[in-house]
């Protein structure tokens, strides 16, 4: 069975530190990709980065990098600089295409960055 | 602006009611999805649609129904036998049905409260 698995319920960085969230995943499945999301406090989820199962690069958008290690089934978010806005709960997820599309969501690291 | 309505934000419930919770999308999204997520935790899938008049039910569909009559609106009803129906409801939509357009875009959630 496929699962997330989120070991730091909490995080805290100082403000312009970077800091990494730990992702490990469960899948026998070949094709698959990998998100992660970020929840404010005001509920919403917010889309970070994505990256496929067949990328060879690590994904990077802005801040955020994801260091992808196939072999260990780990997908760390990594946030460059942190600000105090990036002080959210932080979700990973994963896709498969099974002909029906689902997204499975790791419980979250709640991130606290400090001034 | 494109992107996903939800409600009620807020919503309480006595036991024994049924409730619907409304999503909306004109992203011109094929996939709509609905989660729950409880304190603490991540989201877990309740149902999922991938085209009008077709559903899957997700990991936690007991207790719940839903419709998809047309391509933006997909609601969901809380029936009298979801036995804990108190938590935070997400709606989501995605482009497509494979892992590389796995995206998800969400509302900004509701809030149900059984008294």
């Known amino acids: 069975a496929q699962k997330i698995t989120q070991t730091q319920p909490g995080m805290f960085v100082q403000e312009k530190e970077a800091v990494t969230l730990d992702c490990t995943y469960d899948?026998?499945?070949?094709?698959?990709?990998l998100f992660w999301y970020k929840q404010p406090s005001s509920g919403e989820m917010i889309f970070l980065i994505y990256q496929g199962s067949y990328d060879e690069q690590n994904a990077t958008e802005g801040r955020y990098s994801l260091n992808f290690q196939k072999a260990r089934k780990s997908a760390n978010l990594v946030i460059s600089a942190s600000q105090l806005g990036d002080s959210a709960m932080y979700f990973c997820?994963?896709?498969?295409?099974?002909?029906?599309?689902?997204?499975?969501f790791g419980a979250g690291t709640r991130l606290f960055v400090k001034a | 602006d494109g992107g996903i309505t939800q409600s009620p934000k807020y919503l309480f419930r006595k036991e024994g009611q049924n409730v619907t919770l409304s999503c909306e999308q004109n992203?011109?999204?094929?996939?709509m999805y609905w989660y729950r997520q409880d304190p603490g935790q991540g989201l877990r899938l309740i149902y999922y649609?991938?085209?009008?008049?077709?559903?899957q039910k997700g990991d936690i569909a007991e207790g719940y129904s839903v419709s998809r009559e047309k391509k933006e609106s997909f609601p969901l009803t809380v029936t009298s036998a979801q036995k804990n129906p108190t938590a935070f409801y997400l709606c989501?939509?995605?482009?497509?049905?494979?892992?590389?357009?796995?995206?998800?875009?969400f509302g900004e959630g509701s809030r149900l409260t059984v008294l």
């Open positions: 899948t026998s499945d070949q094709s698959y990709g």
């Open positions: 992203l011109n999204h094929d996939a």
């Open positions: 649609s991938q085209i009008v008049n077709d559903f």
């Open positions: 997820a994963m896709t498969k295409d099974t002909g029906g599309f689902k997204t499975i």
């Open positions: 989501a939509s995605s482009i497509g049905l494979s892992v590389n357009t796995g995206e998800l875009f």
